[in-house]
Every structure is written in C-alpha cells, then in structure tokens.
C-alpha cells in the first residue's frame, strides 16, 4: 500500500498563490507517477497535473497550464503543486494519487489521499 496525505489548502485570494503538497509513504513509491486531481461543487473530478519522482515527465491540464508548477522532493517523498494566479474557478478539493503510469483517467490510479480544500475568494 503506498500512503498519500495532502497538506497545504485553505483560503486565498484571486490572484494569490498556494501550495500543496503530497506526502508519500510506502517502499515503492519510485515505480509511481503522482498525480494531482480537483473535484469542485457540482462538477466531474478533473485532471490536473502528474510527475514521475525524476521530475523528467510531467502533464498539465489546459487550464493550469502556465499557472501551476508540480514539483518533487524525493529526499523528503513529496510532491508539490505550486499554484499561482489563483482564480476563484480553481475552488475545489484537491487530491493527490498514485498509478504506475502516467494517465489523466483518475481511474487508472491505485492510491489517493483524503483530500485538501481551497477556496480562492474575489
């Protein structure tokens, strides 16, 4: 089992900048790519951005693209999503999870974490 907790939401305001991060555990974390979700009310979970622990490969949704920065720190496991020029539409819970390849179908992931809100206020 690979373990994945999230850390780092709450509120900020439009224009602002935050940053989660996505703690793992587990002794084959390297065979993973970690991908990062948002489901907002009233809408489909949607992709958002995915690494491998090299940092060698990584995958933005169009409507992050240019704003987000996903990240690793393997000597402390994590994973980070650095968010700038934050908008109101990016209020949602986010999610971090693990699958063995690189994919923007949440259900080709085996692990996620319990999920971190932010709120992005005008």
């Known amino acids: 089992q690979v373990q994945l907790v999230e850390s780092g939401g709450g509120m900020v305001q439009a224009g602002g900048s935050r940053r989660l991060s996505c703690a793992a555990s587990?002794?084959?974390?390297?065979?993973?790519?970690i991908g990062w979700f948002r489901q907002a009310p009233g809408k489909d979970r949607e992709f958002v951005s995915t690494?491998?622990?090299?940092?060698?490969?990584?995958l933005y949704s169009d409507s992050v693209k240019g704003r987000f920065t996903i990240s690793t720190d393997n000597a402390k496991n994590t994973v980070y999503l650095q968010m700038n020029s934050l908008k109101p539409d990016d209020t949602a819970v986010y999610y971090c999870?693990?699958?063995?390849?690189?994919?923007?179908?949440?259900?080709?992931?085996?692990?996620w974490g319990q999920g971190t809100q932010v709120t992005v206020s005008s």
């Open positions: 587990g002794r084959t974390l390297t065979r993973y790519y």
């Open positions: 690494i491998n622990w090299s940092g060698s490969h990584t």
């Open positions: 999870a693990a699958a063995l390849v690189p994919n923007t179908r949440g259900n080709v992931y085996n692990y």
